[in-house]
């Protein structure tokens, strides 16, 4: 397969002068693939018995964003001998007398900067670099100390404020870095229908920065893409065979003073139905409930048909109150702007469907919004009112595998 431009110059950049290299663009542009295999290469070409860092917002993340795709490649296969340990998340390469190690890095929040602390390495490739603290990334460039080590970063956009774009991409001169900018066209291997099916996964902020490569800031309604008829059906358009066509999961958003909120989910693995809803308002009456009262709300909304149940991770007490009842409980995993950025593909692709009957659901899709005003400081939040309904799908959405998302 031919390379664009932009992918041969990633090829070319190990043989320049430049100590860094930034790749920043749409999604699906062809950039961390070429990244990686450039990393590997000049690794080995370069370097004996040294040791590397591939980093991503998790290992999980590494390991199918680089290392799958990476030991795929038939002329890595047929010129090294190349060795993943998963339990120690490290990959021995050889070729000939030459053996170095890549060692994989999770940057997932504050306190992942001491996993790579103490390590000496030649090179760091930091993967989704923008989606990682700060603290992290620069405690793995801090490691890169052997003569003649180079940087490689890649992310798609995110708010122009980002410390990255702030002190890397603007700044790119001045960190002697070489900075190039993708869009999908130019990956060749993506053909027109690829490209137009990328097209309409997104929305607002997210169709300018997934798929226009822009460092825009988020404002307005979040989920602008809602449709108030693609994404509602009424309960006679209900599928008459979902009960047992579909995985059924509850997630729970817990309040005390803010709302009790229950989401009834149907998934057959196409469509994803908010088929009922339940809502308590301790301040509209005047009465906050128990966990035990809660939980007796939950055993009466789940009925006979017990399932899985999803429950916002900070509600210790009621996680444990339903556990004590029998219920199968998972807390969930609260990453806001990834949940969002998931959900809303969903909502753009017509896979979310809420019932006609879900009134506060389907008014929140409405009055979710970006909070301006952290965007101006460069945070990414939504305004944390009228947003009930919007955490606890989002705590199902966040428990689905990456390939629904493609």
Known sequence: MAFSEKQRQILKFPYTHYDALICDGAVRS???????????????????????????????????????????????????????????????????????????FGGKDESSYTLIQGITLAGVLLDEVALMPRSFVEQALARCSVSGSKLWFNCNPENPMHWFNQEWIIKADEKNAMHLHFLMSDNPALDDK???????????????????????????????????TENIYRP??????????????????YGTTNPMRFLDIYDNGEYIRVDREYSWDSRKEHRQKTDKENADDFMKFMGKN????????????????L??????????????????RKTASLIQRRVIKVCSECTDCINETGVYMWDDKAALRGEEKPIKQQDHSMDALRYYINSLPAWRFE
Not at 236 to 253: F, G, H, K, L, Y
Request: net charge negative.
């Open 30 to 104: 062809g950039k961390t693939s070429i990244m990686s295999l450039s990393f590997f290469l000049w690794a080995m070409g370069n370097f004996n018995n040294h040791a590397f860092a591939m980093c991503g917002k998790s290992v999980g993340a590494v390991e199918r964003n680089i290392v799958m795709p990476l030991l795929s490649i038939v002329y890595l296969k047929d010129n090294f001998d190349i060795r993943y340990n998963r339990g120690d998340h490290v990959i021995t390469a050889r070729r000939g007398n030459v053996e170095n190690r890549f060692y994989l």
């Open 194 to 228: 690829t490209r137009e099916r990328y097209n309409r996964m997104y929305s607002g902020v997210f169709y300018q920065r997934y798929i226009l490569g822009q460092w825009v800031i988020s404002d307005g309604v979040i989920y602008d893409m809602f449709d108030q």
């Open 236 to 253: 006679d358009e209900r599928p008459v065979d979902m009960e047992w066509s579909s995985t059924r999961t509850i997630a729970v958003d």
């Open 306 to 321: 017990w399932c899985a149940v999803i429950v916002d991770p900070s509600a210790a007490s009621f996680i444990a109150e």
């Open 323 to 340: 556990r004590s009842r029998g219920v199968y409980v998972m807390p969930a995993d609260n990453d806001v702007i990834d949940g969002i």
